[in-house]
């Protein structure tokens, strides 16, 4: 890393590690998962009658099982499908888990400042955006494949959710130590 890269990552980092860009990102995060996304995701569930619960895949914590998702490709229909596509394209691949990672790796940096010498453990909020990802191309395929799933997306699928979801909280009790540590200091 040259010496103006790693200005520019300290920067980053001190601007990101700030209370005022934590709210930011979790303001933002509240906006896409309370707003955006449910309305994103209405027209999946716009043609069924089943008592379905409406939620898509991702939101199965820990995970989802294969008769989940052959009940749930099933139920929602073509139309669904489609639907599901378009929102994974449109609105789930892009910013839901890079936002959430973001406001994990602002925390993590609020909890570890540039100057403590840990400040690499926002790092932890990588995983669960890089697990979303993957999850989100396994979704697609199954939409895009019913009623015949690839066999790796069920082989992976539900353990992609199930990373997501630990990497997601794994960063938390973590932090708490960091600022534990901060008010004890203090």
């Known amino acids: 890393m040259s010496p103006d890269t790693g200005h520019i990552v300290t920067a980053a980092a001190s601007i990101l590690g700030t209370w005022p860009a934590f709210?930011?990102?979790?303001?933002?995060c509240?906006?896409?998962?309370g707003y955006l996304v449910p309305r994103a995701k209405a027209p999946i569930f716009a043609t069924i009658s089943t008592d379905l619960p409406h939620k898509v895949l991702d939101e199965y914590v820990p995970t989802w099982t294969l008769a989940i998702a052959e009940r749930f490709f099933t139920d929602i229909g073509p139309d669904g499908r489609a639907a599901y596509r378009r929102f994974y394209m449109t609105m789930d691949f892009w910013f839901p888990g890079t936002v959430a990672s973001l406001a994990i790796?602002?925390?993590m940096l609020t909890a570890y400042p540039v100057a403590?010498?840990?400040a690499w453990l926002c790092v932890l909020a990588a995983p669960s955006w890089l697990f979303d990802v993957a999850e989100n191309i396994t979704h697609y395929r199954?939409?895009?494949s019913y009623p015949h799933f690839p066999p790796s997306a069920v082989k992976f699928g539900p353990g992609f959710t199930l990373a997501?979801?630990?990497?997601?909280i794994l960063p938390l009790p973590i932090a708490l130590v960091?600022?534990?540590?901060?008010?004890?200091?203090s």
Request: proline letters at 0%; charged letters at 5%; hydrophobic letters at 70%.
């Open 164 to 168: 997501k979801w630990a990497f997601a």
């Open 116 to 118: 403590s010498g840990y």
């Open 142 to 144: 199954m939409a895009y």
């Open 178 to 185: 960091g600022f534990a540590v901060q008010l004890f200091r």
């Open 23 to 28: 709210a930011v990102l979790m303001l933002t």
């Open 105 to 107: 790796a602002s925390l």
């Open 30 to 33: 509240l906006w896409l998962f």
